[in-house]
């Protein structure tokens, strides 16, 4: 069964903003350590975004400054907003989780969505 769901990629011009999003099924009580991870053409999967202990966060040297993760526990959904995208941005991006889900907790990734910078 899927847990997570992304949405948001699109095609856009280098300097361009967008905001992903990711959405835990219903039958999903909690999420922890939310994440994005973003993997480039011929490149190995990275990770980007994190949070840690509930509110810190960290991000990789490539996209600090310009890529904010955030979270909203009410309706088990977080964020990736990304501002100034250049071409090497470009990726399909994935988000990740630990989900609750009756009495078990698990790893879980989205199905990834394409962010594309490109003039």
């Known amino acids: 069964q899927v847990q997570l769901v992304e949405s948001g990629g699109d095609l856009v011009q280098p300097g361009g903003s967008l905001t992903l999003s990711c959405t835990a099924s219903e039958s999903i009580s909690e999420i922890y350590d939310p994440a994005w991870y973003r993997q480039g053409p011929g490149k190995q999967r990275e990770e980007v975004a994190r949070?840690?202990?509930?509110?810190?966060?960290k991000y990789a040297d490539s996209v600090k400054g310009r890529f904010t993760i955030s979270r909203d526990n009410t309706k088990n959904q977080f964020y990736l907003q990304m501002n100034n995208l250049q071409p090497e941005d470009t990726a399909v991006y994935y988000c990740?989780?630990?989900?609750?889900?009756?009495?078990?907790?698990?790893?879980?990734w989205g199905q990834g969505t394409q962010v594309t910078v490109s003039s």
């Open positions: 990740y989780a630990i989900v609750y889900e009756g009495q078990t907790y698990y790893p879980s």
């Open positions: 949070v840690i202990d509930q509110t810190d966060t």
